[in-house]
Nanobody
Framework: QVQLIESGGGLVQAGESLRLSCLFS????????MGWLRQAPGKEREFVAA????????YYEDAVKGRFTISRDMDKNMVYLEMNSLKPEDTAVYYC???????????????WGQGTQVTVSS
């Protein structure tokens, strides 16, 4: 059973940076495309970013393009989300997600973790 454990969330001020990490276990990491989702209070979970199996392709939600970068370390079974120029509207619980296919819709991912809180103050 695939398990995903996120870390790295916290409280930052607008304009600052934060790096989220996700540890993948319970399967063959190279067989899964990975992604990050987020859910703000009172809103539905939404897609943030995705990366293909070999990290050859990446996809981003329009609001984070140019500010967020998704990457993966195949040796460590880790996925990262580097978040720069953070805005108060980025405040949400961020979830690491996995699926055997590339997904750009939040509800299509097969697995996701427990989430890590990111709060951006103005």
């Amino acid at each position: 059973q695939v398990q995903l454990i996120e870390s790295g969330g916290g409280l930052v001020q607008a304009g600052e940076s934060l790096r989220l990490s996700c540890l993948f276990s319970g399967g063959s990491f190279s067989s899964y495309a990975m992604g990050w989702l987020r859910q703000a209070p009172g809103k539905e979970r939404e897609f943030v970013a995705a990366i293909s199996w070999s990290a050859g392709s990446t996809y981003y939600e329009d609001a984070v393009k140019g500010r967020f970068t998704i990457s993966r370390d195949m040796d460590k079974n880790m996925v990262y989300l580097e978040m720069n120029s953070l805005k108060p509207e980025d405040t949400a619980v961020y979830y690491c997600a996995a699926d055997r296919l590339i997904r750009v819709e939040a509800d299509e991912f097969e697995y996701w973790g427990q989430g890590t809180q990111v709060t951006v103050s103005s």
